[in-house]
């Protein structure tokens, strides 16, 4: 297996985003996690309930010795650490982690789904996915991410990407 390749999303509409993101980075290092790869941040429209501020999403690549569904619990885990509280499906948050991939591991768990269900069809999800790791096929369709973001109508995306220094 290919060290890496492991693709983690993350969002945020409320607070300071890009501090929220950078301290959800120091949170990962601290456990099992190196990051490779950082996108850019992407500002975007809110994605379902819409009367929320605008969102900034990015994407980073991990190296780690967590499984899936370990890793899973450290972001859950990171997201309650940083203040995230569901108000509502697809509302205004502080900090939002989603792990997009996993290598080229296909799970099917009703905590888990891999790869994330909704990656195909969400422009604020390829566009950093794209950035950081354009030629990485998606394991169901066998698509790459560069493939896929051709594909995708450009619906969330607002403004320019912002460099994440």
């Avoid at 422009?123 to 950035?131: G, I, Y």
Wanted: net charge positive.
């Amino acid at each position: 297996m290919s060290k890496g390749e492991v693709f983690i999303g993350l969002g945020a509409n409320l607070g300071n985003p890009r501090e929220t993101f950078d301290a959800s980075l120091i949170h990962l290092e601290a456990d099992k996690c190196q990051i490779l790869k950082k996108s850019s941040l992407y500002p975007s429209h809110p994605y379902g309930f819409i009367d929320q501020p605008d969102f900034l999403n990015a994407a980073i690549e991990i190296e780690t010795s967590l499984s899936p569904l370990n890793l899973l619990k450290k972001l859950q885990d990171i997201e309650k650490i940083l203040g995230k509280k569901v108000i509502r499906e697809n509302g205004p948050r502080v900090i939002d982690l989603d792990l997009l991939l996993y290598k080229k591991i296909i799970l099917e768990k009703e905590c888990l789904k891999l790869p994330h269900p909704s990656i195909t069809e969400r422009d604020f999800v390829l566009k950093p996915l794209f950035e950081i790791a354009p030629n990485f096929l998606h394991p169901v369709n066998k698509y790459s991410m560069k493939s896929l973001l051709g594909n995708v109508k450009e619906r969330y995306q607002k403004g320019k990407t912002i460099p994440w220094e």
